[in-house]
């Protein structure tokens, strides 16, 4: 039995439901082949473009193949370019070769470089010759230097071999120190060892110091170890200290004690005081004894 739509109500509100369906699906399906054949997929099918689509996708396709040939891709293909992206093509090329070579990176090719181009790029070879010799690096070939850079390099060398014994850096070659040099290196150890006494650091060599130097950093250390010692501090060496300081903290202690045992407040030690202070000390501030 064959049911007829037309007289089959049901059947129509089935189809009426799906249409929506039907056409997202339909239009999704559109979408994904107009993305395929931007993309260059292989799925895509160009048969279902619409005009305007096929235009989007062709500029899609020269971009791409414009950015392929600019990157020296295999996928390039010169013949779809336009004159002008060959020119272009052409200038970006050159440029990029004639940075590698001025930077002395690879790949360069210099059969490629004008006259003018070949002459800078020898000269950057030059500079950066002369620049790995005067800091000792790999790519330094004393065989390329003239006389005069020969000797700049040597001078550098040596400037940076006193630079390095000056800051008692490990690469210092005390044996090629000049006297005039091994005297400012001299001095800057001293300089040094003064600062390290100074601020009290480890590596003060006191047997080192003039005797102006050591009474005045033994002042210093005294003064410090004073200080530590009259604000408490774990650093203090009391056997360090001289008779008029000790009693001097002596006295700032017993003072101390003595007002916090008549104020109730701080650490305050009865039997260092006084009978007269003991005395003096309210009943409600002595302290509490188990």
């Not at 473009?49 to 891709?73: E, I, P, W």
């Not at 390039?76 to 004159?83: A, R």
Request: proline share 3%; aromatic share 4%; net charge negative.
């Amino acid at each position: 039995m064959k049911t007829n739509l037309r007289t089959c109500p049901w059947a129509q509100l089935i189809l009426l439901g799906l249409w929506p369906i039907l056409v997202f699906a339909q239009s999704s399906d559109i979408g994904q082949n107009l993305a395929n054949c931007e993309n260059g997929d292989a799925s895509c099918d160009r048969s279902r473009l619409t005009t305007s689509q096929s235009d989007a996708v062709n500029v899609a396709d020269r971009r791409s193949n414009v950015s392929h040939c600019r990157d020296g891709r295999s996928t390039c293909d010169l013949t779809k370019l336009t004159q002008q992206e060959a020119v272009a093509l052409a200038i970006a090329v050159h440029q990029r070769n004639f940075s590698s070579c001025n930077d002395g990176i690879s790949p360069c090719d210099r059969s490629k470089l004008t006259q003018v181009e070949a002459r800078e790029v020898a000269d950057s070879e030059r500079q950066r010759n002369i620049y790995d010799c005067k800091n000792g690096m790999v790519g330094c070939d004393r065989s390329k230097l003239t006389q005069s850079e020969s000797a700049e390099v040597d001078a550098a060398k040596r400037q940076g071999n006193v630079f390095n014994c000056e800051n008692d850096t490990s690469i210092c070659d005390r044996s090629m120190l000049n006297p005039s040099e091994a005297k400012e290196v001299a001095a800057a150890e001293h300089e040094r060892n003064v600062g390290r006494c100074q601020n009290g650091w480890g590596g003060c060599d006191h047997s080192k110091l003039t005797a102006p130097e050591a009474r005045q950093i033994a002042a210093a250390e005294q003064q410090a170890n004073f200080s530590a010692c009259r604000d408490g501090e774990e650093t203090c060496d009391y056997s360090k200290l001289t008779p008029l300081e000790a009693k001097t903290l002596a006295n700032a202690e017993h003072r101390r004690n003595y007002s916090a045992c008549l104020s109730g407040r701080g650490y305050c030690d009865p039997s260092r005081l006084t009978v007269a202070e003991a005395k003096a000390i309210p009943s409600e501030n002595k302290p509490l004894v188990k």
